[in-house]
């Protein structure tokens, strides 16, 4: 039996993207976020989760594609890293998934301009192809935590 990874899949543009479902708490439709000055860009503010302050990433524009306005499908994932929460701003989230651990691929050295460092490998699932996000490096907690202190 071929090991299974669990995975949460979102869309951004036209693109589908995972992460493991054991970094994400919840999923959350869009809430009041709370703008932060001087954030960087992709840094869209703070909201407040449950009595939690948690940051709001973006992910399309971190990914450099451009903003687009939020609409119903638009959701807030909340992924944990280093035990601290951050919210991901994804255009949908679609479903989770057992990915085999034998069909992932290592980033391939281009994939569209998506810089590749946040990339920790494909997966072909049928026809669907999934872009696995590093969240370590696609989120890079200096800035977040940056922002928070700031704030």
């Known amino acids: 039996m071929s090991q299974e990874m669990k995975v949460i899949v979102f869309k ?11 970094k994400v708490s919840g999923i959350e439709k869009l809430l009041h976020i709370t703008r932060v000055p001087k954030a960087v860009q992709f840094v869209k503010g703070v909201i407040n989760l449950r009595g939690v302050i948690t940051p709001i990433i973006d992910l399309r524009v971190r990914f ?5 306005e939020y609409d ?6 909340i992924v944990i890293l280093d035990d601290m929460e951050v919210g991901l701003i994804v255009d949908s989230a679609n479903d989770v998934l057992d990915i085999p651990v034998n069909s992932i691929e290592p ?7 998506l ?3 946040y990339i920790s490998g494909v997966a072909k699932i049928d026809k669907r ?19 928070l202190k700031e704030g």
């Not at 951004?12 to 054991?22: H, N, Q, R, S, T």
């Not at 450099?64 to 687009?68: I, L, S, T, W």
């Not at 192809?129 to 922002?147: D, Q």
């Open 12 to 22: 951004i543009k036209d693109k589908e993207y995972a992460i493991p479902v054991d």
């Open 64 to 68: 450099g594609f451009e903003e687009v």
């Open 72 to 77: 119903d499908s638009t959701r807030i994932i």
């Open 107 to 113: 980033q391939p050295e281009v994939v569209g301009h």
């Open 115 to 117: 810089a590749s460092e």
């Open 129 to 147: 192809l999934l872009v696995l996000i590093n969240l370590e490096k696609a989120l890079s907690l200096e800035v977040t935590e940056n922002i």
